[in-house]
Nanobody, 121 residues
Framework: QVQFVESGGGLVQPGGSLRLSCAAS????????MGWYRQAPGKQREFVAR????????EYADSVKGRFTISRDNVKNTVYLQMNNLKPEDTATYYC??????????????WGLGTQVTVSS
């Protein structure tokens, strides 16, 4: 059974930093593209960042470029999202995703339960 343990969310002031972690089990972690998505109240879930299995191909949403950094540790089966210079519009529930392929259809696609990030003074 695929499981994710997401952690690191919380309340932070504008300009502050948080580091999210997502530890995966039940999959061969090093075979999967790992990503972070977010969903704010009343809005659709949106892409934030993703990293390929080897950690050499990375993509970010324009809204987080230069502020967020995604990384992974294939020994610890964990993906991270370092978030700096946080803004109120970053407030959302952040979800971890494991997908077998970078592009193309697949049913080998799993989501975590999410961790809340709130940016407010």
């Amino acid at each position: 059974q695929v499981q994710f343990v997401e952690s690191g969310g919380g309340l932070v002031q504008p300009g502050g930093s948080l580091r999210l972690s997502c530890a995966a089990s039940g999959i061969i972690f090093s075979n999967y593209v790992m990503g972070w998505y977010r969903q704010a109240p009343g809005k659709q879930r949106e892409f934030v960042a993703r990293i390929n299995s080897g950690g050499v191909r990375i993509e970010y949403a324009d809204s987080v470029k230069g502020r967020f950094t995604i990384s992974r540790d294939n020994v610890k089966n964990t993906v991270y999202l370092q978030m700096n210079n946080l803004k109120p519009e970053d407030t959302a529930t952040y979800y971890c995703r494991a997908r077998r392929f970078w592009v193309g259809p697949t049913t080998d696609d799993y989501w975590g339960l999410g961790t809340q990030v709130t940016v407010s003074s």
